[in-house]
């Protein structure tokens, strides 16, 4: 069997069924502690208030979780979702497109901007955090262009995409969800992800086993982009509007759910429902301190300390793997 294939053995799925009970242990204390906090945490309406929040979330840890695992890394996600945003909302208002081809559109602005920096990373073996901290000051400033720096008020023809619901459950957090699964079974069931994890714990022993990793790399840029630009599509529809300014700090969430879900800094390692219950922890801490009526400092200085904690767990865990 080549080293390549990286079968899954019986105790690495143990091990992934415990970090899956470990992550939903986590997620039912903060429940429980907001719970005690904040009695009115316990509602319908602060989980309609999640339910919606966190699709967005959802598709970019998506995307921020595959960089993470060749062992490179996107800081531009949350421009670049202002910048889908913009060319979605000035299609459709100013353009006259339809609400698919918009999308479109806004998908594809998403994919040229993973192609402009997954290119100059690998053609020029520059570091993803440079290239890409590059592309998030490039992205929001031509958001700011495209929208002459306003908010772009977009209305009903994308409302409706954020208020379908099937057995009264929102269709956009099942299909973030549906989109989850997917991607997991992409990263663990096929050639591509599995070379993905392959390039992520040794690039050099997968160029010397004769396959380039270059173009995994650029692919992985690309996917990021198209799927932070579907991310745009959600969030514009959430709003009624494109926001130039939207997506500020997704990167840092983007980065804390996947690395929260257990996924490695360095690269060969990730997992997709994992990084989701990073999403939900992330989305649920969020909503507590806000029922809370925390101030935006603590706020900020919490999810700062979780964010560090996790980033410490993830290297405590290298270290055991490692000894």
Do not use: H
Not at 194 to 211: D, P
Not at 250 to 263: K, M, P, S
Not at 288 to 297: F, I
């Amino acid at each position: 069997m080549s080293k390549l294939s990286l079968p899954v053995s019986v105790g690495a799925r143990g091990s992934v069924l415990k970090d899956y009970a470990g992550l939903l242990v986590a997620l039912l204390l903060i429940v429980v502690v907001f719970a005690m906090i904040a009695p009115s945490f316990l509602s319908t309406a602060t989980f309609v208030t999640v339910a919606n929040q966190v699709p967005t979330a959802i598709l970019i840890a998506i995307a921020m979780t595959f960089v993470l695992i060749t062992g490179e890394i996107d800081l531009s996600v949350g421009s670049v979702l202002g910048l889908c945003g913009a060319v979605l909302g000035v299609s459709m208002t100013k353009l006259g497109l339809g609400l698919i081809p918009a999308a479109i559109l806004s998908i594809l602005t998403g994919a040229v901007c993973g192609l402009i920096t997954g290119f100059i990373v690998v053609r020029w073996k520059l570091p993803s955090f440079i290239v890409t901290l590059g592309m998030l000051e490039a992205a929001r400033g031509s958001a700011y262009l495209v929208t002459n720096s306003r908010t772009v008020y977009i209305g009903e023809p994308i409302v409706c995409v954020s208020n379908a619901s099937v057995f009264g459950v929102s269709a956009v957090f099942i299909f973030a969800l549906l989109l989850v699964f997917i991607a997991q079974i992409v990263l663990t069931r096929t050639v591509f992800g599995r070379r993905l994890i392959a390039v992520g714990t040794n690039e050099e022993a997968v160029r010397l086993s004769g396959i380039d990793p270059r173009p995994l790399k650029l692919a992985v840029f690309v996917i990021s982009g198209a799927l932070v630009g579907l991310a745009s599509i959600v969030l514009c529809s959430r709003l009624g509007a494109a926001d130039p300014n939207a997506g500020n700090g997704f990167e840092l969430t983007a980065i804390a759910a996947a690395v929260i879900g257990g996924t490695s800094l360095s690269g060969g390692r990730g997992n997709l429902i994992s990084s989701f219950f990073g999403v939900l922890i992330i989305s649920v801490l969020s909503a507590g301190l806000a029922q809370a009526n925390a101030s935006e400092p603590t706020k900020r200085l919490i999810t700062g300390i979780v964010i560090v904690l996790a980033v410490i767990v993830d290297q405590i865990r290298r270290s055991r793997k490692d000894r």
